[in-house]
């Protein structure tokens, strides 16, 4: 980043982020910041890089669908729209789709969704949960520190142990509309729940009446190892909504709902969701994924057996291990050797590159990791 950059930077943009580094071209699981200094790419924009940086799948539906067509509003039949969706239901083995520009938003759908169909308005979320930053999905979300300083907030909430189904139980009554549940805490650190957790949700939601709200937007879209984390477990849930990794970089959300529960005519809207250049992008990357998918899993073992010293944790290419207040220091030496990695929540290392890295990519990248973890 230049020095003028870090001037207009400091003078014109809110100070709600925290870096150093300017990152300005990518290709696959690499990017190069502007002093011309080449990383593995272990971050890959959160989760969002499914098919790295600048697929040239991606980019050509992109540039395609931007010659023909940039915007024409949810008031007409959107291109690429109805095709997605149908991707989504198939992949989901849900119903229909309704689209958002972030994962916010698409959990921001699943409450009004939740709402209006069941006529409660109390939600059950999970400590250390995350579900965005707007005041809905900030409502279901967890952590105090970004949490409390915007109460009161709507909808109510109420916040049980994640992995105990005994305080579920308790708390889910006729008045909870749903639950949200993301199936592996990605911003907690990546941290997987106990076995037969969501088959319990599952149960205790049936009834009660509640929905089983599942939170993919990190998890989803290959991520794991499956479409969805929740495919690991053999359970259906009433909602799943996705964003992150679902068009490659280029922003879009979704929540894909089962038979019966949909919004009706202006029950809800939105003016960019879902258009020519999202959808366009999400389908060419739905493509990409389908043919990387059966590698991802061998991937994330490759990683883990590497990193094994540290008693990682993981699922697929989402991999946390736990280093306590040396968290930032350790992000900083690998930074330095040409690796980016990201400390999640308490102190937690977490790594979620793009899946198309390669063996020798993640084999320097592990190499960096372990010395610098020491």
């Known amino acids: 980043m230049t020095e003028d950059s870090r001037v207009l930077d400091a003078r014109y943009y809110m100070p709600a982020f925290g870096r150093t580094m300017k990152i300005v071209r990518g290709a696959g699981s690499r990017v190069w910041d502007d002093q011309g200094r080449e990383y593995i790419d272990c971050v890959a924009g959160i989760a969002v890089c499914s098919t790295g940086h600048c697929h040239p799948a991606v980019v050509d539906a992109i540039c395609n669908q931007a010659r023909q067509l940039i915007h024409c509003s949810n008031l007409y039949y959107v291109p690429n729209q109805a095709e997605l ?50 005041c809905g999905s900030l409502a279901i979300t967890h952590k105090p ?23 579920l139980a308790e708390v889910v009554d006729k008045d909870t509309a749903g639950v949200f549940v993301e ?7 990546v941290l997987i729940p106990p076995d037969g957790f969501f088959r319990g949700i599952r149960d205790i939601c049936d009834d009660a009446g509640a929905l089983m709200i599942v939170d993919e937007v990190q998890t989803g879209m290959g991520r794991t190892g499956k479409w969805l ?8 849930p009433d909602i799943v909504t996705l964003a992150k990794g679902l068009a490659s970089g280029f922003p879009i959300g979704a929540l894909v709902a089962r038979e019966g529960l949909e919004f ?10 879902g258009g020519p250049l999202a959808c366009a992008a ?7 994924i389908e043919e990387i998918l059966p590698d991802v899993p061998a991937k994330g073992e490759r990683f883990m057996k590497g990193l094994s010293t540290h008693n990682p944790r993981g699922r697929g290419l989402m991999i946390g291990i736990s280093v306590g207040e040396r968290c930032p ?46």
């Open 229 to 236: 984390a929740i495919q690991h477990t053999g359970v259906t």
């Open 282 to 288: 999400a389908l060419a990357t739905i493509g990409v």
């Open 85 to 134: 969706a149908e991707r989504l239901v198939e992949i989901t083995g849900l119903s229909k789709a309704f689209f958002s520009n972030s994962g916010a938003e698409a959990n921001e759908g699943a409450i009004k969704l939740a709402r209006i169909r069941t006529g409660r308005k109390r939600f059950v979320a999970f400590v250390h949960g995350f579900h965005g930053r707007t």
């Open 183 to 189: 199936p592996i805490q990605g911003e907690a650190g």
């Open 145 to 167: 520190a970004i949490r409390e300083p915007f109460e009161p907030l709507s909808p109510p909430c109420t916040f049980v142990d994640y992995g105990d189904l005994d305080a």
């Open 264 to 273: 009706g005519r202006s029950e809800h809207g939105s003016t960019f969701a």
């Open 329 to 374: 220091e350790v992000q900083n030496t690998c930074a330095e050797n040409g690796v980016l990695v990201n400390c999640a929540a308490d102190g937690n290392l977490r790594l979620i590159p793009p899946l198309v890295i390669t063996d020798e990519e993640i084999d320097t990248a592990v190499g960096v990791i372990n010395a610098a973890l020491g």
